[in-house]
């Protein structure tokens, strides 16, 4: 079954901590993305990464950081430099620059 | 710097007419340009793509028309049904000095009974 995975769905983060932010894809895509969404509003790039092993910043990517050690698997650390991380956060990936494959997201909540 | 500008934010037509969203794009070097669909909750999925050597696609009551003269492409959707109820995003993406991918701010269409 190919697709796109994220998880958790739901994560709940206190003040101060770093939370990772899992995606995976089977789709054999070279190319994987991060977006945040806040509510009501538009896509925005935070990461992406074209290759294994080379990724680059989005319009947002200050508190972020992302790694790119298997094609599957492009993680985003969510640190807590991040001054206000509550959001929808979906990830994509897709074939060099074509369709986007989106995941089901994972909204993260700052308690 | 590069940027999308999407048009109208909100759109709000009767069930059967016709609804159409524009983009206007500034870096030239876009060539590719698709549009999503995401239903509340739910996560963006693509409904039409065309990339700049094609001046219109059609796909059943969806199609896209793109000028690359003025920088523009646009989403129109014939019949509309209740189920066309969503916002859509655009998107301008492409290689120039480096790669560029850039959406629009997304436009709520509601369709009316």
């Known amino acids: 079954d190919g697709g796109i995975t994220q998880s958790p769905k739901y994560l709940f983060r206190k003040e101060g901590q770093n939370v990772t932010l899992s995606c995976e894809q089977n789709l054999n895509h070279d190319a994987m993305y991060w977006y945040r969404q806040d509510p009501g509003q538009g896509l925005r790039l935070i990461y992406y990464?074209?290759?294994?092993?080379?990724?680059q910043k989005g319009d947002i990517a200050e508190g972020y950081s992302v790694s790119r050690e298997k094609k599957e698997s492009f993680p985003l650390t969510v640190t807590s430099a991040q001054k206000n991380p509550t959001a929808f956060y979906l990830c994509?990936?897709?074939?060099?620059?074509?369709?986007?494959?989106f995941g089901p997201g994972t909204r993260l909540t700052v308690l | 710097g590069e940027n999308v500008e999407q048009h109208p934010s909100t759109l709000s037509v009767q069930e059967g007419d016709s609804a159409v969203i524009k983009c206007t794009y500034s870096d030239s070097a876009s060539n590719y340009f698709p549009w999503y669909k995401q239903e509340l909750g739910k996560r963006p999925q693509l409904i039409i793509d065309?990339?700049?050597n094609v001046g219109e696609k059609k796909d059943q009551r969806i199609a896209v028309t793109l000028n690359k003269t003025a920088k523009h492409f646009s989403l129109h959707i014939t019949e509309t049904q209740p189920e066309d109820s969503a916002v859509y995003f655009c998107l301008a993406s492409g290689w120039g000095s480096n790669y560029q991918l850039i959406w629009g701010a997304g436009t709520k269409l509601i369709i009316k009974p």
């Open positions: 994509a990936s897709s074939l060099a620059d074509n369709e986007q494959f």
């Open positions: 065309i990339r700049s």
């Open positions: 990464s074209q290759i294994v092993n080379d990724f």
